[in-house]
């Protein structure tokens, strides 16, 4: 999937950058997964080592690996699809719109997009101790359009990014 398929820019504008969420927000999902990898093994350790009768029969045993292996193959599926939708949303900002591309789960996408000149307030947020440690926020760009607010989530530098924003706007006005 190449970036020119989705954004299908114009003969009259550039590609200024592209902005994804923090890569912390995905570690949440990271740990998830770790730990949906970890428990049918610690399980199997804690049944293998405390509860051995119930492992020595030979049907249990096999429905304790089926159940566990349908649990691990659970969380690598949950893992792929978060992944899918971290790396797949994005915000692109060309020298005349902004376009925010939104994956919804493995088979749907929602392209949105908006023109710079319609930009009538752009305001960028840091709430929380992580937000503010590892800076990651909101940018709420207001329109005078149908979709009153395009949201920027969770995006590294809210504040810097507001104020690119903020100049291209002025630019285009002019």
Known sequence: MHL??????????????IKRRHPLIYLASFFLFVI??????????????????????????????MIASLFM???WLQFYAQFVDYYLDFWAV??????NVEQNGLFGRVISELELSQ???????????????FQYGFVYVQTAGEKMRFVFEE???????????IELVQKCKK
Do not use: C, W
């Not at 049918?40 to 350790?45: A, E, K, L, N, R």
């Not at 995006?155 to 924003?165: A, E, L, N, S, T």
């Open 36 to 65: 949906m990898e970890i428990l049918p093994i610690g399980v199997f350790y804690f049944l293998q080592n405390y509860m051995p009768d119930i492992l020595a029969d030979k049907f249990a045993y096999m429905g304790f690996i």
């Open 155 to 165: 995006i590294p530098d809210p504040h810097g990014m507001r104020k690119q924003i």
């Open 94 to 99: 060309t020298t005349k719109r902004i376009v």
């Open 119 to 133: 930009v009538q307030d752009v305001t960028s947020e840091i709430n929380g101790m992580l937000p503010s440690i």
């Open 4 to 17: 020119h398929t989705i954004i299908q820019k114009r003969a009259d504008e550039e590609v200024l950058f």
């Open 73 to 75: 193959l659970a969380g």
